[in-house]
């Protein structure tokens, strides 16, 4: 249960998680990788492209923040989603 832990022990288990299925992720692209690179290289004498070139798993570009209007707009969807009536008041 997470009623008894604060915000930032939250945000630190929530990061922690996020870490390991970067790591899972990034370990089972290099598997299939692998698969494929012994594969090709057993029948065939062909070039294969490198790890780097075909991983999808990189530097992250900072996400741009959201503006108010993005963030009501966002809110609006859900609630409305949700079955909910959007009321814009102005």
Same mark, same amino acid.
């Given at each position: 249960? %997470? /009623?008894? &832990?604060?915000? $930032? *022990?939250?945000?630190?288990?929530?990061?922690?998680? !996020?870490?390991?299925? *970067?790591?899972?992720?990034?370990?089972? *692209? /290099?598997?299939?990788?692998?698969?494929?690179?012994?594969? &090709?290289?057993? /029948?065939?004498?062909?070039?294969?492209?490198? %790890?780097?070139? !075909?991983?999808?798993?990189? =530097?992250?570009? =900072?996400?741009? $923040?959201?503006? /108010?209007? *993005?963030?009501?707009? &966002?809110?609006? !969807?859900?609630?409305?989603? %949700?079955?909910?009536?959007?009321?814009?008041?102005?």
């Amino acid at each position: 249960m %997470f /009623w008894h &832990l604060t915000l $930032r *022990e939250i945000d630190l288990i929530i990061r922690g998680v !996020v870490k390991r299925i *970067e790591q899972q992720r990034q370990h089972a *692209e /290099w598997c299939a990788y692998l698969g494929a690179f012994l594969n &090709l290289k057993t /029948w065939s004498g062909d070039p294969f492209p490198s %790890f780097d070139d !075909v991983k999808t798993t990189g =530097p992250k570009q =900072p996400a741009r $923040r959201q503006t /108010w209007q *993005e963030q009501k707009a &966002l809110v609006q !969807v859900m609630h409305a989603a %949700f079955g909910g009536d959007v009321i814009d008041h102005g």
